[in-house]
């Protein structure tokens, strides 16, 4: 896994947990589902990477 995906995925997880704990916290039902989707996103960029370093060797 390049360095930079792994810090962007690393980064879009926490922001996504951060934001959706918070819109929970706050009863906030729009920040809950984007924190959550973008939590997913950042899985999904690290999944990709870890599949394209499996592909490598």
Do not use: P, W, Y
């Not at 704990?21 to 870890?50: H, M, W």
């Amino acid at each position: 896994m390049s360095a930079s995906e792994k810090v962007k995925a690393i980064a879009e997880q926490t922001i996504g947990k951060v934001k959706k704990e918070a819109g929970r916290a706050v009863g906030n039902e729009s920040a809950t589902a984007e924190g959550s989707a973008k939590e997913s996103k950042g899985d999904l960029r690290g999944a990709k990477e870890k599949a394209k370093d499996a592909f490598k060797e």
